[in-house]
């Protein structure tokens, strides 16, 4: 019996001095008494745990990358189908509600709504970055609707801009940014086809809603008319809550507001500044072409307010075709054309007597600048180092088309003037022209990218 008890003393010892022996250094060097032990099948030690997260390895397709599309979509209609919208706002506070105020003062509560959907991006980004994507979602969301909610209730100037212009735009910021940023996770070779398609719910809500308001409002009146546009965006908004996901887990690291990298980034910061003047110039049209058609008699009241109709039909084509070329021939080289193309349209734009001509103009314009929107996020990604920085980059890009969207058509308005005495040519070549600088400035970001790495396509 003691002899079997000191056999078994002895092979715990040795039990214990075979386990104390596999000494991994802190230099990560295994000691000779380890490598002398027999290695267990890779299988048999992670069979219960789950395989890590392969970031690098982008779907570029299958189901729940198209449900982040929808969601992304249907966070477009509630944003830039919206403000797309703001045309008709825009003409029924001239002559209705807020027929005392100026068209610069009216343009200023559309404007602060487009500005804060990109100004609040700088914040946005940033908390996109460190992992905060869906808590941006939520609260979003929740602003823009009970912003829309509000509007109908509203009967001074200062109610419609809190309600309108400062509450949906900040709920616009914070949904905006995040949900351009998340297809970078699941899309590489078809990223702009993928972002083009998400951006199409822009236009097709803003094809919907001007009819939905415009209907309305003559038969149940503008309160109801606005509460029936604010259900639909509730409706929307519960396709982004339920399948959208980020694919790729944040790097825990806070991020700064500004990627000081990028500010030595000649071909970034080209594309920016070009950003700030195309947004000077390209939503001079969607506000004032509904008071152009009915002023000039290229349309009648009635139907002119369906020409912002037309232009959002027109860019869902301009949101799917050039991202899709994007793909194959640059989203920048996509960018400098429908930059240029709209410049070339804003100068037609004088020469409208009809409402044929209206109707065409509407619709190709629609298309050429609805290129210019989709196109930019897809740019920014191309153009950052990393998809860690993408949230970052977007944001200070957005900061500054927002400063551009804030004032551009207020500056527009300031030049039209007086209704008794509008300046129309004065407003057309302000816009035509700021399009047409943006134009230039892609171009030289292009050049310095060709420089930069020999290649065509960018």
């Known amino acids: 019996m003691e002899n079997d008890a000191e056999k078994s003393d002895n092979s715990e010892s040795d039990r214990t001095e075979r386990a104390s022996s596999i000494d991994i250094q802190a230099d990560g060097v295994v000691t000779a008494a380890a490598r002398t032990m027999p290695r267990q099948p890779a299988a048999s030690a992670s069979a219960s745990e789950p395989h890590p997260a392969q970031p690098d390895q982008v779907p570029d397709g299958g189901l729940t990358a198209w449900l982040q599309v929808l969601g992304s979509a249907a966070i477009l209609v509630n944003t830039w189908g919206v403000i797309n919208t703001f045309g008709v706002f825009q003409a029924y506070y001239e002559t209705e509600m807020l ?42 969301l929740f602003l823009i609707v009970l912003g829309q909610f509000m509007v109908s209730l509203c009967t001074t100037y200062w109610q419609v801009f809190l309600s309108q212009g400062l509450t949906m735009g900040i709920g616009m910021g914070l949904t905006f940014l995040p949900s351009a940023a ?67 887990p944040p790097t825990g690291k806070a991020r700064a507001i500004i990627d000081k990298t990028a500010l030595r980034d000649a071909p970034y910061l080209f594309v920016v500044c070009g950003g700030f003047f195309a947004f000077l110039g390209l939503y001079v049209t969607f506000f004032y072409i509904t008071l152009f058609a009915t002023s000039h008699g290229a349309a009648t009241e009635s139907f002119a307010p369906y020409l912002v109709t037309l232009l959002n039909a027109g860019s869902i084509v301009g949101r799917l075709i050039p991202n899709a070329l994007a793909d194959r021939w640059g989203s920048l080289n996509v960018l400098a054309v429908c930059s240029f193309a709209s410049a070339i349209l804003v100068f037609g734009w004088l020469g409208i007597h009809n409402t044929a001509g209206a109707v065409v103009y509407a619709v190709l314009y629609g298309g050429f600048s609805g290129g210019v929107v989709s196109i930019i996020p897809s740019v920014m990604v191309t153009l950052s180092p990393d998809m860690g920085r993408v949230g970052t980059r977007m944001g200070m890009a957005f900061l500054v088309s927002g400063v551009a969207i804030l004032t551009g058509t207020p500056i527009a308005g300031a030049i039209l003037g007086e209704e008794s005495d509008p300046d129309w040519l004065g407003t057309i070549l302000y816009s035509a022209f700021a399009l047409l600088v943006a134009t230039l400035l892609y171009m030289t970001s292009r050049a310095l990218l060709y420089k930069k790495n020999g290649k065509c396509k960018a």
């Open 99 to 140: 027929k005392t105020h100026s068209s610069s003062e009216i343009s200023w509560i559309g404007s602060a709504q487009g500005a804060l959907l990109f100004l609040v991006g700088v914040l946005a980004g940033p908390l996109y970055d460190a992992g905060y994507f869906r808590e941006l979602l939520l609260v979003g």
């Open 182 to 248: 998340i297809l970078a996770q699941y899309f590489s070779k078809r990223r702009a086809l993928a972002l083009g398609i998400a951006s199409a719910g822009s236009p097709v809500s803003g094809t919907v809603f001007p009819i939905i308001f415009s209907q309305l409002q003559q038969t149940v009146g503008f309160g109801w008319a606005t509460r029936t546009i604010a259900f639909i965006l509730l409706g929307t908004s519960i396709i982004p809550i339920a399948f959208m996901r980020t694919r790729v």
